[in-house]
């Protein structure tokens, strides 16, 4: 029996994560990674402890567009808090912020996507041998 979910065409899936990188929808990326649900966008991100607002302008902006509402940050190998200031920026423009490890990021965004939610990724990537 087939469980994997039903992707509607065009829309971003992520297959991978580990070694550093990510694969989306047959692209690879070495770096972290924004996944909306029609593009993939690379992230000057590079750690969980210097996130500001402006690492998230373009999730603020679709938030503000009515694009997304629900932004899940994968923080690297594990969870983290993320600061009150920055949660409030996003929450503003009307996204909830879930923070999780890269891992489950990535497993819960395509789960959302396949339900046809308004979400969007930010994705820390972990040095993980990578996941097939």
């Not at 047959?26 to 924004?34: H, K, P, Q």
Request: hydrophobic share 45%; net charge negative.
């Amino acid at each position: 029996m087939d469980v994997t979910p039903l992707i509607p065409e065009g829309r971003q899936l992520v297959e991978a994560y580990g070694d550093g990188g990510f694969k989306v929808s047959g692209t690879t990326y070495r770096s972290a990674v924004l996944v909306f649900p029609g593009r993939t966008l690379p992230w000057s991100a590079e750690t969980f402890a210097d996130l500001t607002a402006e690492h998230f302008t373009d999730v603020i902006e679709a938030g503000k567009a009515g694009e997304v509402n629900l932004l899940l940050l994968g923080c690297g190998p594990r969870m983290a808090m993320l600061p009150a200031p920055l949660r409030q920026a996003l929450r503003a423009a009307g996204v909830v912020t879930e923070v999780m490890d890269t891992g489950a990021a990535c497993r819960t965004y395509n789960v959302l996507l396949a339900e046809g939610r308004q979400v969007v990724a930010a994705l820390l990537p972990v040095d993980l041998p990578p996941v097939v």
